[in-house]
C-alpha cells in the first residue's frame, strides 16, 4: 500500500477548491460591489428627490412671506380704516354739541347769572360770567350736574366786583361733557 500516492489528488483537490473559493469570493466581491453601488444610488436618488421636496417647500415659503406681506399691510390699511371710521364717529357724535349745549343753556343758567365767555375745548367747557349772588352760581353747578350729560362742575374763581350800580360777583367755572349728546338723547327716550 505504499505504492499509492495521494498527493496529485490532494493537490488537485486543492487547486479546485482554491478555485472555487477563489469564484466565490469573486461573486461576493461583485454582489457587494453591485450591492453598494445599488445602495449609493439608492441614497444619491434620495438624496435628489429631497432636495427637490426642500427647493419646492423653499418656494412655497417665499410665496407665503409674499402673501404674509400682503396681510400686514391690509391689517395696517385696516387699522388706518377703522381708526378713520372711529374718528368719524366721534365727529358725527360731537357735531351736534354745541348747537345741544346752546339749546340747554337757558335751562342751565338760572335768572340773575350772564355769561360772558363760553369756551369749548374736546370735552371740556369753560365758562365766564357774572352773578348777582353765589348761590346763584351753585344753583347753576347743580344743574349741571344733574343733567345727565354735562358733569364734573368745578368752581376755577369767584370774586366779587366793586362795579356800580349793581354789584355783580365775577366767577370762572368748568364742567366737562361726560356723556355724547346722542348717548344722552338715547337714554332719555
Known amino acids: 500500500m505504499s505504492n499509492i500516492n495521494l498527493l496529485p489528488w490532494r493537490d488537485a483537490k ?5 478555485a472555487q473559493f477563489g469564484m466565490l469570493f469573486g ?26 421636496l426642500n427647493q419646492r417647500l423653499v418656494q412655497e415659503m417665499v410665496k407665503l412671506d409674499a402673501q404674509l406681506g400682503e ?3 391690509i391689517k395696517d390699511k385696516r387699522k388706518g380704516l377703522l381708526e378713520r371710521m372711529a374718528l368719524i364717529e ?13 339749546n340747554q343753556l337757558p335751562l342751565l343758567v338760572p335768572n340773575g347769572v350772564y ?13 365766564n360770567g357774572k352773578a348777582e349772588a353765589y348761590g346763584r352760581v351753585a ?6 350736574d344733574g343733567s345727565g350729560w354735562l358733569g364734573a362742575s368745578r368752581i ?11 354789584a355783580l360777583s365775577q ?19
Open 171 to 189: 366767577f370762572s367755572m368748568m364742567f366737562q361733557v361726560i356723556k355724547s349728546p346722542a348717548d344722552a338723547a338715547g337714554g332719555k327716550s
Open 139 to 144: 344753583s347753576m353747578m347743580r344743574r349741571i
Open 14 to 18: 486543492q487547486k479546485r477548491e482554491k
Open 27 to 52: 461573486v461576493c466581491l461583485a454582489v457587494t460591489a453591485s450591492l453598494g453601488f445599488a445602495v449609493d444610488w439608492f441614497v444619491n436618488q434620495q438624496v435628489s428627490q429631497q432636495r427637490g
Open 156 to 166: 376755577s374763581t369767584i370774586f366779587a366786583s366793586d362795579v356800580a350800580p349793581v
Open 90 to 102: 366721534r365727529l358725527q357724535q360731537r357735531r351736534n354739541l354745541p348747537v345741544r349745549l346752546f
Open 71 to 73: 396681510i400686514r399691510l
Open 115 to 127: 355769561l360772558n365767555t363760553l369756551a369749548l375745548k374736546s370735552d371740556a367747557i369753560d365758562v
